[in-house]
């Protein structure tokens, strides 16, 4: 079982960049496929990137497309999300997530089975 523990989330104006860490403990991060998630108040949680067990596959939602990306460090046991040009419509609380079906790429929340406990991105306007 691995846990998930994400950071750098905070408050930022339109326009400004943030970069999410997702820490993992207790298993070796290589033993996943993994994924970013957000759930905005009074919204279902949305799918927003995920990225193969060993980086060389990834997925993107249309909205974030062309500003976000999504890594992993294997060897550190973390996952990024880099958000460049932050909208305010990108403000949510952001989950990291980890699918023991190594090889898949999903964009289904319940595909994953363990998750973070959140970090809070505002973006002002």
């Known amino acids: 079982q691995v846990q998930l523990v994400e950071s750098g989330g905070g408050l930022v104006h339109t326009g400004d960049s943030l970069r999410l860490s997702c820490a993992a403990s207790?298993?070796?991060?290589?033993?996943?496929?993994m994924g970013w998630f957000r759930q905005a108040p009074g919204k279902e949680r949305e799918f927003v990137a995920c990225?193969?067990?060993?980086?060389?596959?990834?997925n993107y939602a249309d909205s974030v497309k062309g500003r976000f990306t999504i890594s992993r460090d294997n060897a550190k046991n973390t996952m990024y999300l880099q958000m460049n040009s932050l909208k305010p419509e990108d403000t949510a609380v952001y989950y990291c997530?980890?699918?023991?079906?190594?090889?898949?790429?999903?964009?289904?929340?319940?595909?994953?089975?363990?998750w973070g406990q959140g970090t809070q991105v505002t973006v002002s306007s």
């Open positions: 207790g298993r070796t991060l290589s033993s996943y496929a």
């Open positions: 997530a980890a699918d023991a079906s190594k090889y898949s790429i999903s964009t289904i929340v319940h595909d994953y089975d363990y």
């Open positions: 990225i193969s067990w060993g980086g060389a596959r990834s």
